[in-house]
């Protein structure tokens, strides 16, 4: 699992993007989830992409929001809500926020509003 950690932001927010355009979402949107998870704001989350930040920094730094336990459910085939590694339950919430605005969730509920 410390692969994932060490990966850059920025190599993985491609497909993020690629996933969710495919399904009719935009970057907008898909730059909403994230820095709603984080607590970045918009500048910010494109520093962390040019500056190739590795995953465990970008969530060291982040203000995680609050509302982030509320974010239930399986990735690939995990529960999001029973992974032990701090780390890891981070990553697997922006997972499950990703695919949950790829499927056409409203925004309001992907958000946990």
């Given at each position: 699992m410390s692969r994932v950690f060490n990966m850059s932001v920025a190599s993985?927010?491609?497909?993020y993007v690629a996933k969710v355009e495919k399904k009719g979402r935009t970057v907008a949107e898909l730059d909403q989830?994230?820095?709603?998870?984080?607590?970045?704001?918009e500048t910010q989350l494109r520093q962390h992409l040019k500056?190739?930040?590795?995953?465990?920094?970008f969530f060291?730094?982040?203000?995680?929001n609050p509302n982030?336990?509320?974010?239930?459910?399986?990735?690939?085939?995990?529960?999001?809500?029973?992974?032990?590694?701090?780390?890891?339950?981070?990553?697997?919430y922006l997972?499950?926020?990703?695919?949950?605005?790829?499927?056409?969730?409203?925004?309001?509920k992907v958000l946990r509003s």
């Open positions: 993985v927010y491609p497909h989830v994230i820095t709603w998870l984080t607590g970045y704001d500056d190739e930040t590795t995953f465990e920094d060291a730094q982040a203000n995680l982030a336990s509320l974010i239930t459910g399986s990735i690939c085939g995990v529960k999001v809500q029973e992974i032990d590694d701090p780390l890891m339950q981070k990553i697997r997972d499950k926020l990703v695919d949950e605005l790829a499927k056409g969730r409203p925004m309001e």
